[in-house]
Antibody
């Protein structure tokens, strides 16, 4: 059974940093392209970014609002995906989901972790 | 970046057919995927590659895509179908993913 379990959310002040983790199981994580999607309270879904498998180059892509501030990384030995968020803004307040699936769409979503950026 | 446009809301009576549209420039040339999200839950994939259904999704859910509009059709609507629905594409030119703004389906 595929499981994606996010952790690390919480309350942080504007300008602060936070690192989210996503523990994956039930599939071959090292071969997976993994993504993060967020959802602000009462709003729609917004793609944050993606990391390819190391065999496919391990490269990352980011949405414009987070590029230069957020970094996606992975530890294949721990089956864990990370999202390092720096220079956080109030508009980054959202539930952050870890996703796995195909290149073009996502079969599996975690339950999400809430990040609140507020003074 | 590629823009997807959905109506904010659609209402339908139980047993009727709901159609949720997703507009985009020449969207018919892309593969469109649809997600259902109920309150307090993570989204669930209900249609992928325009019209295919993941295992476990009822055949009441179907999709089509042509020209500038993709459509998610829910036949014989039930109260349990009340949810937010999002369309999504992968833009190969930018290698980015785009979601529509979402449509709230209300079952009257």
């Amino acid at each position: 059974e595929v499981q994606l379990v996010e952790s690390g959310g919480g309350l942080v002040k504007p300008g602060g940093s936070l690192r989210l983790s996503c523990a994956a199981s039930g599939f071959t994580f090292s071969n997976a392209w993994m993504s993060w999607v967020r959802q602000a309270p009462g709003k729609g879904l917004e793609w944050v970014g993606r990391i390819k498998s190391k065999t496919d180059g391990g490269t990352t892509d980011y949405a414009a609002p987070v590029k230069g501030r957020f970094t996606i990384s992975r530890d294949d030995s721990k089956n864990t995906l990370y999202l390092q968020m720096n220079s956080l803004k109030t508009e980054d307040t959202a539930v952050y989901y870890c996703l796995w699936g195909h290149v073009e769409y996502f079969d599996f979503w975690g339950q999400g972790t809430l990040v609140t950026v507020s003074s | 970046s590629y823009v997807l446009t959905q109506p904010p809301s659609v209402s339908v009576a139980p047993g009727q057919t709901a159609r949720i549209t997703c507009g985009g420039n020449n969207i018919g040339s892309k593969s469109v995927h649809w997600y259902q999200q109920k309150p307090g839950q993570a989204p669930v994939l209900v249609v992928y590659d325009d019209s295919d259904r993941p295992s476990g999704i009822p055949d009441r859910f179907s999709g089509s895509n042509s020209g500038n509009t993709a459509t998610l059709t829910i036949s014989r609507v039930e109260g349990g179908d009340e949810a937010d629905y999002y369309c999504q594409v992968w833009d190969s030119s930018s290698d980015h993913v785009t979601f529509g703004g979402g449509t709230k389906l209300t079952v009257l």
